[in-house]
């Protein structure tokens, strides 16, 4: 076996002999334009084949690795390594033990370990593997049980436990890994102190029709920040009056920019929403077809996915559209109307959560439960009588958006917002705001709005749309002649508009003495 250099884990292309996927092409060709793309790193993986042949096909592939200096590895077979002379073996969880893959194996072997789980992870880690495959990460045809599809959450969790241990062990995250959402787990994985070192790339690469092209374009996406990736702001002493002090400035550039918000909304609310993002200056346009998404994500503006009525069409027309604003790193918002009420929303935010990248995801607290794994009850859409203290909501929607690596506002008599960092408390609005169907809704698009006009802090864009929509409905309900709903919806729309044109004239005493936040340590 070849000397044992230092793994670049980044573009690990894993092959696949299937005739479905070759083609009738030779798999050393294929593999060998992969290299030239820029593959960094092969295993040969072959569950079918005779020994005599997957010996024969080894030496083969290793002369080609060879020649770009690129390491090959088997899948599985011990055996067939040490015939072949590769670099090393790949072993799942069920193959053989890496305590006795070493005792047969050359010192210099790269041994790499399957790990679904932290437990996995570790054991792999103090048998001293060279690198772990973290994952499954996505379904796959050929991964069909669901007990070890991870995803982002899980793969996080794992890399998190290995930085607590202190290795400087490989990682790379394997399964359903695409063009379209590589940088997504590459961002959504990352732990504090740890993230991946690459991904593994199956029918991506190897059933390409140009394997070259398709392994420079995972190089060029490993190697670049994913569009819609912001970091957070630094810290400030003064947490809330910082933001609070900048607000007006961000209303004033969202009215002036009359951004577009893209509404795959429930119809129920449509016609409301469309009216609120008119008043504060925005431009609506409500369409729930995801084939329009390609052309109406040129203005760069937001989507909104609302899943309140939701139909069989919905999730696939809301994967098109999430997947070409997330190509083009606009924002996403996602409001899981009634996510913990039927078992097929439960799965509908399973589908979504898998599929894309939310900049925003907005809900009650039982939808904030269930979008985070808590198993959460809801009647309808409502979110119901709250089972967490103040501080529990707010550790509740710190830790989620830490783990999605975006901005979670739970919404309620309290609102709690978080980039993951910050919890910020908002204690604005008003009760007649809950007694008008799509005004929580309206908060999904008021936020869109926001978020694509400020890129660069995605917590006070979400808090300055917040405050302008809840102080609106403030000054609304104040009015003599608002007596309840039917009289607030008209005062509120107005008072939204009001708002809107004092920004534009740099009147700011709208928000004088207003803005009733906090921040919240936990």
Partial sequence: MAQKNPLDLSVYLVTDSTPAILKGRDICAVVEEALKGGVTIVQYRDKKSDTGVQVETAKKLHGVTRAYNVPLLINDRVDVALAAG???????????????????????????????SVEEAQAAIDAGADYLGIGTMFATPTKTNTKHIIGTAGTQAILDAISDTGSSVGTVSIGGINLSNVQRVLYQSQAPRKGLDGVAIVSAIMAADDPKAAAEDFAKRINAAAPFATLSKALRADEAGSLLGEVPGFVREVVKAHPLVHNMINYVVANFVANVVLSMGASPIMSPYGDEAVDIAQFDGALVINMGTLTS????????????????????????????????????????????????????EGEIKQISGNAATQRGVDSGPSSLSGEEKAALVRDLARRERNIILMTGAVDYLSDGERVIAVENGHELLGQVTGTGCAIGAISGCFLATHRSDKLLAVLSGLLMYEIASENAAAKEYVRGPGSFVPAFLDELYAIRQAALKGDDSWLDGRGKIREVKV
Avoid: C, W
Wanted: glycine share 10%.
């Fill in 313 to 364: 069409e919905s999730i696939p027309n809301n994967l098109k559209a999430m997947k070409d604003y997330n190509e083009r790193g606009n924002p996403v918002v996602y409001d899981p109307v009634g996510a913990a009420a039927t078992q097929i929303r439960r799965n509908a935010v399973q589908t979504l959560m898998a599929g894309g990248y939310f900049d925003l995801i907005k809900g009650n």
């Fill in 86 to 116: 590769v670099e090393g073996v790949h072993l799942g969880q069920d193959d053989m033990l890496i305590t006795e893959a070493k005792k047969i194996l050359p010192e210099n072997a790269i041994i790499g370990i399957s790990a679904a």
